[in-house]
């Protein structure tokens, strides 16, 4: 028999192996809950399940987009807040408003015109929707990119495609320098932090960034309202602060910006822009791209949907911008509820999603935060029935995530020592839709996340949200292996978190095993971080009847309570193992595909990864040892404490103190966003970016990094198997 | 040694491995000649290429293309061949117009408007171009497609993408029919007649072709005047008759137009389409296309680069479409220079270009005809200065290409006896423009073409246009195995020839030997068949300083002077037994990709092929026996005149009197156009669209039919190596 097959048997004795519908839902315990358990758990879940109520999603969004609820910017914010706060007591949780601060500067002034040849002046602004009462209303926020400098620049225009490093590498084959000019960049492809930075360090003045139809826009779609997608003068608002380098407070790094500590100032910051930069509508853009010049595109890559022969210039086109801000630190408004765990109360899964949006932002994040507030409800009317969680569970809703993930980060550095302590799992929602759910978080969760999606119906298939999930990835396969891989699998994998959301702090700062999950593929996009993301759009285009949103629910309500009322915490090593053995496989590749690369050795990564394969293997062979084990005795052994926390500890033995080269704060040796990517994640940072930025000693110091990291787990791990052999 | 470096030396013996420069040229005796032959036929063809002039080819095209001078429409086409004949007589030229006729219907009445939701009359017209006054003349020919039918229809209009087979199966996926809907088509990816057919055999009462931008629009460069590409209102004329049935006069299909037997009629032609086509500007398409609802277009391939959401229909928006013609037969003026062969005038060398353009043509055709005239007068020459060719050599201006290649189709159908007896080889030439060789033609001259391609001197790039064509070929090559592929090459592989220009009757009804040639890939396209292709254009972006008009000359003229002269016509059989196996292993895994395939056993083709190669390999052993003949004796030898009667008639070998299926003219079993492609080439048709087609009894029964045509070339391929032989 092979390890794999023992592997498969351990897991049928714990836990199913095959996810079944809700509707067949298994007899057989759950991962993490022994068999005298289960019973009691499951009526638990059943009866949290039939909680989540679409009308009430539909109530809470209603009033939460009906004003602009940008952070800091007029009152929508902490009128969302007290709202969200309000409900939460109304359900029966304790809540409060934990309040912080940070940096967030407002515009004062934005003028671009385009000088000559023909002179036009940018309109810059949104207009509204008469069927839509809400992309019209007074409190709407300017349209910029927030953390941009101040500036007046004027200079010949360059467009640089995506304004990716490739793009960079395309203009300089061609000759082309961006140096002293302003750059006219197309979203997509890249987070638009990267291509704010990446303006900057090669020389431009000044930057805009525009939404071509091409990506958002009529190539996709009928245009709002008419359809989803984009209008002509849509445009995309969003933050550039360098939030690889670290996102929250760009004044207080690393630590909560109310705590007793100088800040740095907006000179000394790491994370600002130093040039102008502000995102436009194509209708703004039309006027300068078409009287661009010099090099045509040079390939169809470079072209997007505006009809016009796409050139990059130099000129003959100028352009001036201005722009000016009132750099206020403004406060923040986190809203935290929490249920007091009955046996563990220093165990804490913790579930977040921010409140604040550009503008009515229906979809971002209000579509997320309503789940929560109904996932919480749950958990209030379960508490009134009696039903308290084994471990502490906290909600919250965050502030100011817009603006560079500030309301998560500030509570989770102001509360660093609690959580590096308590922190069992973070799981975290934004932006959801309809379609499929979406995988992707710590590989030490995957088993779990899969069983509990499996033991969740889709709201329109009639099947598990696994196999809804899992007959989407066949369908769409880019190829015939992905495609072999998936069938055979088990378990679906996670994708990797990168950056964009909430999590951040959590698993790539404390080092937190973490979560992110929502529907989409169903959804189409269009109206993001615009005037569009309203109520009425989401009511016109998106879940529509909320169905998917208490699916979301349910699924998210059933994970925390498994994971509170677990016995033993669902977590597991293999899977960390096999996901961990490719990242080395295509960074090898990279690394093999080079021109001339010096030789990086990466022996001793492999090999730490065998032992924590074996180790994660001997842990799920230990577990089905316990198959037969009373609940009771194993319950009430005093080392089940200490079994538990070394599970939810495993995944800060992936941290690394002095984090990655140039970003100390991010600390996770196998995720982090990429430093020229943005929100994409580069998995095993240390050793890939070394690679790909052919810094040899960089890559060589991480491989030591990361399998010492590794040996560490391992070590762990074993110790985690052994506690399981003497609960038999 | 290998077979292949046994070949190899053999070549070395007779003609030259590698080609040279024209600066370089080696002493040593070209393909086909003896070295006692080689010294004078030299100073001959060095004495020719000094003629071909730019300022010549410039006056003829200045003057050619000052009027419109489509056929039968106006007295432009006359005045052209009238200025021909001029031209070979100065030159000392016997030439002749030989006059025939055909169906060439004229619009009477072109009206299409959109009825709603939101009207608009279609413009249907071209305005002119202040700068270029050829764009504007007022006997320019109204916009429309020959052979487009009679009609008033209206109703729903559909969209159908290019309108080619895989998008009629992509409509049929999504439930769409065009069953009483009139079909909107862009232009690209196959011969128009294509679109007309597929939309009249799926249902359509009518279609409109437009020229989407991103085909040769804006999408791909700046427009005519400011850049080359296709304006707004600029329109696709051309054909739309059933070529892929048979070219030529829809009324004489295989018999000259002028003969004395009863024509068909209207009802009775084969090629004539049975609903109204118009081609429409995108000026005139967008205000349809953006009206248009329904199915979204379900990829991206659907769209095009129009600034809206592509979308399918069907409707709301309605069409009308009314349309007549006069349906009048029409004179054809075919333009026919000759010089009979001093040693073998039964054996003739055709070089033909058509004269015909459907507004000033200056690409289309007249860049080629130029060239054809001034290397008429290159021979014209020579003959002043007595210097006959051993061979007789033609040289046809022919008419009406453009509209079904009436001119040429009804010339060789006249002369089929004399041409299925005499003709040796027909070079082809048509638009020509700057860049790169294009090498097309019967693969029994592949060694030939590359050989001369190797003398003659690129006009740009100091090296001789067979090395340029494969720098360029290495440069542009799709994949590291194609350029393998070339590298390992002393030849650079012949395209096999389709259809779409005059060569068509040549090779695929007579089965003669043929080669097309011209310049490209460094002239962009356009406007093509619009009032936009004038010699303003042309001097803008084409050949401006006609430097590679004169190359052309000096190839073609080199090539006819050696296929003139030759004692031993340069006939080979490796390059085709080749050629035809990559054929036979592309039908092969067609084939095999296919979902439930009957089977076809490839066998007797491939011994046939391996038969035909081991043949072309002793003919050319046999060849190599021949380097220290006496010259003289040799050409004294009786059986010289019956070799090379082999030789020539080789090709004859390779059609098959029956013809393709349902399409009997097509007569050549290794190259035809494809039935639902268009000018796009079948090699080895009846076997490759009989798997195609899913037509298994068909495909059998022509693997035989090519399985005896290979044979019975290999018989007289293994005759000509024994009179070779004898020769020694």
Redesign the interface.
């Known amino acids: 028999m092979s390890r794999k097959s023992v592997l498969s048997l351990s897991l049928l004795v714990l836990a199913v192996a095959t996810p079944l519908t809700a509707a067949a839902q298994s007899e057989e315990p759950r991962r993490g809950f022994l068999a005298g358990q289960w019973e009691d758990q499951r009526a638990i879940e059943e009866r949290f399940r039939a909680i989540p109520d679409p009308a009430r999603l539909r109530e809470y969004m209603e009033y939460m987009t009906e004003e602009p609820h940008i952070a800091g910017f007029g009152h929508g914010s902490k009128r969302v807040a007290d709202y969200a706060l309000e409900k939460f007591r109304s359900f029966g949780l304790d809540a409060a408003i934990e309040e912080t601060e940070a940096l967030m500067p407002i515009p004062t002034d934005r003028h671009v015109e385009v000088l000559g040849p023909e002179p036009y002046t940018l309109r810059l602004a949104e207009p509204g929707v008469p069927e839509d009462k809400d992309s019209s209303d007074q409190g709407l926020l300017p349209s910029y990119n927030a953390y941009a400098a101040d500036g007046d620049v004027n200079g010949e225009v360059v467009y640089v495609n995506y304004g990716i490093p490739e793009d960079y590498e395309k203009l300089a084959e061609l000759g082309i320098s961006v140096e002293g000019k302003i750059v006219l960049a197309r979203y997509g492809r890249s987070w638009r932090g990267i291509k704010a930075k990446l303006a900057q360090d090669n020389g431009a003045i000044g930057a805009l960034i525009y939404s071509d139809?091409e990506e958002d826009g009529?190539?996709?779609?009928?245009?709002y309202p008419e359809?989803p997608?984009r209008p002509k003068w849509g445009v995309q608002r969003g933050s550039i602060m360098d939030m690889p380098i670290h996102p929250g407070d760009p004044l207080t790094p690393g630590w909560g910006a109310t705590e007793d500590r100088e800040k740095l100032t907006r000179e000394t910051a790491r994370t600002l822009v130093r040039i102008p930069v502000l995102p436009i509508s194509w209708g703004d853009a039309l006027p300068i791209l078409e009287q661009l010049r010099g090099t045509?595109a040079p390939n169809d890559d470079w072209?997007g949907?505006?009809?016009?022969?796409y050139h990059i210039g130099p000129g003959p086109v100028t352009v001036r911008m201005r722009t000016a801000y009132d750099w206020q630190v403004r406060p923040i408004y986190n809203v935290i509820a929490r249920i007091e765990g009955s046996t563990y109360p220093d165990e804490w899964i913790v579930h977040g999603n921010h409140h604040d949006g550009w503008c009515a932002g229906a979809t971002d994040p209000i579509s997320g935060a309503v789940q929560l507030m109904e996932t919480a409800r749950g958990f209030g009317e379960l508490l009134q029935a009696g039903i308290r969680p084994r471990r502490t569970v906290v909600f919250a809703l965050w502030d100011a995530e817009e603006w560079g993930l500030l309301g998560s980060t500030e509570w989770a550095e102001t509360h660093r020592d609690d959580l590096g302590e308590k922190g069992v799992v973070y799981i975290n929602t934004d932006s959801t839709g309809k379609g499929w759910l979406s995988f992707a978080g710590s590989h030490t969760l995957e088993r779990f996340l899969n069983e509990v999606a499996g033991d969740i119906e889709d709201p329109e298939r009639g099947v598990s949200l696994f196999e809804a999930a899992r007959a989407r990835r066949l369908e769409t396969a880019a190829n015939p292996d992905a495609r072999r891989e998936i069938e055979q699998s088990d378990d679906l994998r996670l994708a990797a978190l990168g950056s964009g959301s909430d999590y951040t702090v959590f698993i790539d700062h404390l080092t937190m095993a973490s979560l992110n999950l929502g529907f989409g593929g169903d959804s189409p996009g269009g109206v993001y971080h615009s005037n569009y993301d309203s109520f009425h759009w989401y009511l016109k285009f998106s879940d529509a009847d909320f169905v998917f949103g208490r699916a979301l629910s349910q699924l998210i309500g059933t994970a925390m309570l498994r994971l509170a009322n677990a016995a033993i915490l669902p977590f597991g090593f293999t899977a960390l193992a096999d996901a961990m053995e490719t990242y080395v496989e295509e960074i090898r590749e990279t690394h093999a595909a080079m021109e001339s690369p010096e030789e990086i050795d990466f022996e001793a990564i492999e090999s730490a990864l065998e032992a924590l394969r074996d180790a994660g293997q001997g842990y799920e062979e230990s577990l089905a040892g316990l198959s037969d084990a009373s609940a009771e005795a194993v319950l009430a052994n005093v080392r089940v404490s200490e079994l538990n926390q070394l599970l939810y500890t495993s995944e800060r033995r992936l941290g690394y103190d002095e984090g990655l080269p140039n970003r100390e704060w991010f600390r996770h040796q196998v995720y982090a966003p990429g430093f020229y990517t943005g929100y994409g994640v580069k998995t095993i940072p240390g050793v890939r970016e070394g690679i790909e930025e052919e810094e040899w000693d960089a890559a060589r110091f991480y491989v030591r990094v990361v399998s010492e990291a590794l040996s560490s787990l391992t070590d762990q791990v074993r110790e985690a198997e052994r506690i399981v052999a003497s609960l038999r």
Chains 1, 2 share one sequence.
Not at 218 to 223: E, I
Not at 305 to 309: G, K
């Open positions: 139809p009529y190539y996709r779609g009928l245009t359809g997608y045509v072209k949907a505006l009809p016009i022969t």
